[in-house]
C-alpha cells in the first residue's frame, strides 16, 4: 500500500542522507571523494554486530563504541590517504586511488577478524523491533529512532558548520585554504576534525543499517557507497541540506520503481534520476557552481 511504501522510503532516506553527509563534507571542502567512506561504514555495522552477538553488550553501548572507533578509523584514513598528498599539486586522482587503497586494506582486514559470510544480529539483540499502526501502514521503532536520529546530527552537522568556531575554519578552507592558512586557520587539524566527524557519521549508519536488515558482511560498503555518491550529487556536493534532500529522492525513486515497476531496475531508476539531473543542473539541486580556486 501506497503510504507503507512512503514510510520506508522515508526511512531508507534516512539512512542514505547519513552515509552521505560525511561525503559530503569532505567533498564540500576537498574537492575529493573519499573512497574508503563504505569501508568505514562496513567496519561500524560489524564492529556493532560482534559487540552485541558475541559480547552480548547493549546496542546503546555498541553504537557508542562503532561512533568512537569509525571515527578513529577517519583519523587514521586522514593521515594516510590523504595527508600525505596534500600540498603536493597532485590533483584528484592520487587522493581518491590512495583512499581506495585504504578501502580494499580495510575490507581484508575485516574478512581476516569476522570472516567472509553475512553475520546475523541474534533475535534478542535487534532493538525496537516493535511495530506501531498508522493508519493502513505499520512503522517499526527502529525506522523512527532512525529518521529522529538522522535528522538530529543533520541539524548538528549544519549548526556545527554554521555556527562554531570549527565551523568558521572549515567554512573558510572551502574559500580558499591558502587564505585560511594564512589567517591562522589550523588546517591539518581541521581536515582531521572533520574525517573524523565524517566517519563517526558513516559508523552511525553502518550500526543502523545493520540491525535494521539484520546482516552484515565485508562487503556491504561497495553498493552503499554507489548510493551515497548518486545522493550527493542529486542534492549538490558539498551541501548538508541537499545530501538530505538527494537521500529522500533517491529512496523515493527507488520505492516508486519497486511499486510500479519491479525491483529489477530499482538500481538502474536510480542512477537514470542521477543523469538527468546531471543534464539538467550539474552542480545538483542545491549546490552552486564553484570556481576553480587557487
Not at 569509525?70 to 593521515?79: A, N, Q, V
Amino acid at each position: 500500500m501506497l503510504s507503507q511504501q512512503i514510510i520506508n522510503a522515508l526511512s531508507q532516506g534516512a539512512f542514505y542522507a547519513l552515509f552521505a553527509a560525511g561525503l559530503t563534507l569532505i567533498f564540500g571542502v576537498l574537492d575529493i571523494l573519499n573512497m574508503a567512506h563504505g569501508a568505514v561504514f562496513m567496519w561500524g555495522a560489524l564492529l556493532s554486530w560482534y559487540l552485541m552477538s558475541v559480547l552480548g553488550v547493549n546496542f546503546g553501548f555498541a553504537l557508542l563504541i562503532s561512533i568512537i572507533f569509525c571515527g578513529l578509523l577517519g583519523l587514521m584514513l586522514e593521515y594516510t590517504a590523504f595527508r600525505p598528498l596534500r600540498g603536493r599539486s597532485t590533483g584528484h586522482l592520487p587522493p581518491l586511488v590512495s583512499s581506495l587503497a585504504v578501502s580494499i586494506v580495510l575490507v581484508h582486514v575485516a574478512e581476516k577478524i569476522f570472516g567472509t559470510r553475512v553475520v546475523r544480529y541474534p533475535d534478542n539483540a535487534v532493538p525496537f523491533a516493535q511495530y506501531v499502526d498508522v493508519g493502513d501502514a505499520q512503522i517499526s521503532l527502529l525506522q523512527v529512532v532512525l529518521m529522529v536520529t538522522a535528522l538530529m546530527l543533520m541539524g548538528a552537522l549544519w549548526y556545527l558548520v554554521a555556527r562554531t568556531k570549527l565551523g568558521r575554519s572549515i567554512r573558510a578552507l572551502q574559500e580558499n585554504p591558502k587564505v585560511a592558512r594564512l589567517m591562522g586557520v589550523d588546517v591539518d587539524r581541521t581536515i582531521a576534525w572533520m574525517f573524523v566527524i565524517a566517519s563517526a557519521m558513516a559508523g552511525v549508519a553502518g550500526a543502523f543499517l545493520g540491525v535494521a536488515y539484520n546482516s552484515a558482511s565485508p562487503y556491504m560498503g561497495h553498493w552503499v557507497d554507489l548510493k551515497g555518491f548518486a545522493v550527493i550529487i542529486l542534492g549538490g556536493m558539498g551541501s548538508i541540506p541537499g545530501a538530505l534532500l538527494g537521500g529522500l529522492l533517491i529512496a523515493f525513486a527507488e520505492i516508486a520503481t519497486v511499486v510500479y515497476l519491479s525491483s529489477d531496475y530499482r538500481d538502474a531508476a536510480v542512477f537514470v534520476v542521477l543523469v538527468g539531473m546531471l543534464l539538467l543542473k550539474p552542480s545538483g539541486l542545491l549546490g552552486s557552481s564553484r570556481e576553480v580556486r587557487a
